[in-house]
């Protein structure tokens, strides 16, 4: 069977161990099991929300014969209060949550595919009550300006000997507000944005700015070079603070 199907069948098969299970509600399938099963591949996990009565709460989180009744386990980690992670017995990982209708209702995630559920249960529950925070609408000039300060502070932590601070400062911190400058660089393709992770599919959805992640992001020991690559990025296609550009300069080695 191929794992794309094999993904689908696992959790069809969390679906019938919950019918047979007391205090069971749902099962919604989210992601690429979800709605967006046209995104399934090979390396898709699977992640689903599991609805269940509030007093049958606390054992579906702390037993877990009704994931294992789908398939053998061989590792579980309760990841936070709602959370699990599990990885079965022929490598198919998966997350969830294990939530009360109350608690479902207070969540915020994308629309999601009922898998199976009890027939009193409406199918909205698939759908979220509350919307999802829109994303920062941040202006050119602010993501530019932060862009610089986040170069400089981590420059400086270079200097100092800090270099795993300084790397987190460029390589993550700047990289983040670099990749908010992509909308105005280059128009976002068809592929579906994960409204939780903006990180997600980025080299699909902006290819010309994903060209450029290898300099951006070069490792550890590198940092001083994903600043100069950064900088000399942006003083390429926009104007720039010329004492704040002139200020990382200085701080970059000869060598960068």
């Given amino acids: 069977m191929e ?16 019918a047979a299970a007391d205090g069971a509600l749902a099962l919604i399938g989210l992601g690429s099991v979800g709605r967006g099963t046209n995104r399934l591949d090979v390396w898709s996990d699977l992640d689903f929300y599991v609805i269940v009565t509030p007093e049958s709460r606390p054992r579906f989180l702390s037993h877990y014969d009704w994931l294992a ?21 022929d490598a198919i990982y998966a997350e969830m949550a294990v939530f009360t209708p109350e608690q ?16 009193h249960l409406p199918d909205s529950i698939a759908h979220p ?8 609408e941040r202006v050119l000039d602010w993501l530019l300006e932060q862009v610089l300060c986040n170069l400089y502070v981590g420059l400086s932590r270079y200097r100092r000997g800090e270099k795993l601070a300084a790397a987190r400062e460029i390589q993550l911190y700047a990289l983040e507000r670099m990749l908010e400058l992509a909308p105005f660089l280059e128009p976002e393709t068809s592929i579906a944005r994960d409204v939780f992770a903006p990180m997600r599919r980025f080299e699909q959805r902006f290819p010309r700015m994903a060209a450029h992640l290898p300099a951006f992001q070069p490792g550890y020991d590198r940092t001083p070079e994903a ?16 004492a704040m550009v002139a200020a ?8 960068a």
């Fill in 129 to 136: 009550a509350v919307s999802p925070p829109p994303p920062p």
């Fill in 227 to 242: 600043a100069a690559a950064m900088l000399d990025f942006l003083a390429a296609r926009f104007p720039l603070n010329e």
């Fill in 69 to 89: 009744a789908a398939a053998p386990l061989v590792f579980v980690h309760r990841s936070s209060e709602a959370g699990i992670h599990v990885l079965f017995a």
């Fill in 104 to 119: 479902l209702a207070l969540a915020d995630y994308e629309p999601g595919r009922i898998v199976w559920k009890q027939p």
């Fill in 248 to 255: 990382i300069r200085r701080l970059l080695p000869v060598d």
């Fill in 3 to 18: 794992r794309t199907q094999l993904l689908l069948e696992r959790l069809e098969a969390v679906g019938r161990s919950l």
